[in-house]
Structure formats: C-alpha cells, structure tokens
C-alpha cells in the first residue's frame, strides 16, 4: 500500500467518523486522529470520496487569476474567460456536490454502506468503523399534507431551510452568481461598442446589482444562522447539563433520605422485635411473662427513651403496638401499688410467735397424762 492510498484511507476513515458524530479523540479515532488533527481544516467541509475537493477551489482561484493577468488588455476576452472557468466550476458543483453539511450525515453513512461491496477502501473503513456506535438519529421525512389535504406551511418551511442552508446549496448559489455577473459583464461590454440598445446598459447594471446584493444578503443570512444555531446548540447543551446535573443532585438527596428514612424505621422496627423477643420477658416456659398486677399475660418491652423522644412525628405502627402495651402494663402496676397502699397488711414478728407457741403449749400440759 502507498503512502497515496494510506493516506486517502485516512482522510475517507476520518470524514466517516465525522459523519457518525465522532472521533475528536484519539480513543474512538486511534487511526485518523493525527490526521485529523494536522490536516483536518483541508478537507473537513467535503465529503469522504472528496477529500481533495481543496484542489479543485485553488486551481479554480489561479486560473480566474491567471485571466485577469494575461487578458488584461482585452476586457470583453477577458470576462468570457472567467465565465467559462466559472460555469465548468458551477457544472462540477452541480455533478458532484462535493460538500457534506451536517444534515446529509446520515446520507453519506448510507452512500458508505452501499460503496462498502465496490470499493476497497470503504471495505476496510466498515471493518474499522465496526465498533463505532452510530448516532442514533433516524432521519424523519415531514409529509407536506395535513389531514384537511392542505399544504402544511411549516413543513414546507423545513424542508425549504433545509434546502437553503445546505452547503452545496450555498456553493450553487455563489457559483450561479459569479456566472451571471461575468454574462452581464460581456454583455455590458457588447454594449458599450454599439448603439443598437441604448437603454441596455441601465438594465445590465440592474441585473448586476440585484444579483450581486442578493448573493451577499443570502451568504451573510445563511452565516449569522449558522452562528445562532450553533450558538443556541451550545447554550441548549449546557443548560440541559446544568439541569440534568441539579436533578442529579435532588435525586441523589432524595434517595439519600428515603434510605435514612427506611433505614431508621426499620432500625425502630428491628428494635421492637428485639425488645418483644427478648428473654427477659419470656418465662421459663416461653410464655410471656404477667405483669404484677396485670390479669393477663402479656409481653411488656421496654422502649429506649431517647428513641421515642427522637420522633418529631407519630412513630410507626409496631412502635406505637410497643408503647401502648408498655402504657397499659404501667397503668396496671400503677393500680395496683395504690391498692396495696391503701390497706396495709402487718406482717407479725417472729419473737411473737414464737411466745403464741409456748402458752399455748403450756396450756394444754396435763398431769394426768403426764403420769401415764
């Protein structure tokens, strides 16, 4: 392989790339990104199969220049000179279309596609640009009729500003122009020489100047749009980054809280089935312990303090099941202490008894029964 066709290879890899939106890096561009880089300003506008459409504008530039220096003494001559470089120019535009704007993207991947079974070099870029994800854009074509069977002026619009604002379009345009100035340029010359059209020469320079103001408003139109697209595309980017990035941030802080807030209820819950499973309050038989002075027996956890004072809400339902049950076990001890307080039971000594045991042992002594 020459350097030649290593080369072109390249250039035609790289403006793939480009299509498919990527490649600015040498990560996804490994083999074109030098290239890219050193060399990329001379063929970027073109499309893969024109990379050296360069040439064709330069040879175009000397030759209009070669004309106004060797038939400079001949202006007629001169004029017809430029206008058959400019019309081979405008045909060749017209033939080829040499530039790839960013809405016929996903035409020269097509194109690519369709070359791949004709063209070696579009075979080897398919198997480089295998593992390149594609844009993802899917091309819609607006239907120019509403349902009422009318014509929908703004998909006439799009379709009009997508026409216009192509670059092979603007290239036509400018090239039409230069075609018309230099016909009207002999044709004015024509006139200058002869007598048989007195009022041609106004209307020559009419048509001149229309043509040529009408050329500088289209460019300057098409350039300040591209200038606000770009720049809206810019600022639509950054703003949809900014917002992702907050909802990011809300999402995130969000989660973070319902994940403390589940995390704590279930800590509280797993507390409350610590508490109701504990031994302390099971039996030895694994009943529930009674409560004094409760008739029944229930299990009374008791609630940490601190867990329950933490709430600035109503606590969950099985901390709630804990608190009531811990309530009622109190009430009861509560009622019970005051009943106990109110009729005391003395409790005897045991000197006392003891003496009760004597006497009445000393008094049932029978000598009788003694004797016997």
């Known amino acids: 392989m020459s350097f030649t066709t290593a080369g072109r290879e390249l250039c035609v890899l790289d403006q793939l790339l480009r299509a498919k939106g990527t490649g600015n890096d040498r990560l996804s561009n490994p083999l074109a990104f030098d290239i890219r880089t050193g060399l990329g300003r001379q063929y970027f ?30 202006s007629s001559f001169q004029m017809a000179a430029c206008l058959m470089i400019m019309f081979l120019a405008y045909s ?6 040499p530039y790839m704007s960013p809405g016929e993207f996903d035409i020269v991947i097509k194109q690519h596609e369709e070359s791949v079974y004709t063209s070696a070099i579009h075979a080897r870029c398919k198997m480089q640009l295998s593992h390149v994800e594609s844009r993802g854009r899917k091309k819609t074509r607006r239907n120019l009729m509403n349902f009422e069977g ?25 090239l039409f ?8 340029g002999i044709m004015y010359q024509a006139n200058a020489t002869s007598t048989f059209y007195p009022g041609a020469l106004d209307g020559v320079t009419g048509v001149v100047m229309i043509t040529i103001i009408g050329a500088i408003l289209y460019y300057v139109t098409v350039l300040v749009t591209e200038m606000v697209i770009l720049y809206n595309e810019d600022s ?8 992702s990035m907050s909802s990011k941030e809300k999402k995130d802080k969000s989660s973070r809280l319902t994940v403390s807030g589940d995390s704590q209820q279930s800590a509280l819950i797993d507390v409350a089935s610590d508490l109701t499973m504990n031994p302390l309050f099971l039996n ?17 956890p008791t609630v940490p303090v601190d867990v329950v004072m933490s709430y600035a809400k109503p606590p969950p339902q099985e901390l709630w099941t804990i608190i009531q049950g811990e309530f ?9 202490a005051r009943k106990e307080s109110q009729i005391p039971t003395p409790t005897p000594s045991l000197e006392k008894n003891d003496d009760d045991i004597k006497n009445k042992k000393k008094n049932q002594f029978s000598p009788l029964l003694a004797n016997a």
Do not use: H
């Open 284 to 300: 030895e038989g694994g009943k529930a312990g009674s409560t004094p002075g409760s008739p029944t027996a229930s299990p009374t």
């Open 92 to 97: 060749a535009q017209m033939m080829f279309r």
């Open 236 to 243: 639509s980017k950054a703003r949809l980054l900014k917002k």
């Open 328 to 336: 009622a076990a109190m009430s009861n001890q509560l009622a019970a």
């Open 45 to 74: 506008q073109f499309k893969p199969d024109f990379f050296m459409w360069i040439i064709a504008i330069i040879l175009r530039k000397f030759f209009i220049a070669i004309t106004a220096v060797v038939f400079s003494k001949n």
């Open 177 to 184: 122009a230069a075609v018309i100035v230099c016909l009207m």
């Open 150 to 174: 009318k014509i929908d002026q703004s998909a006439v619009l799009g379709v009009l500003t997508g026409w216009l604002f192509n670059y092979n379009t603007i290239e036509q345009v400018m």
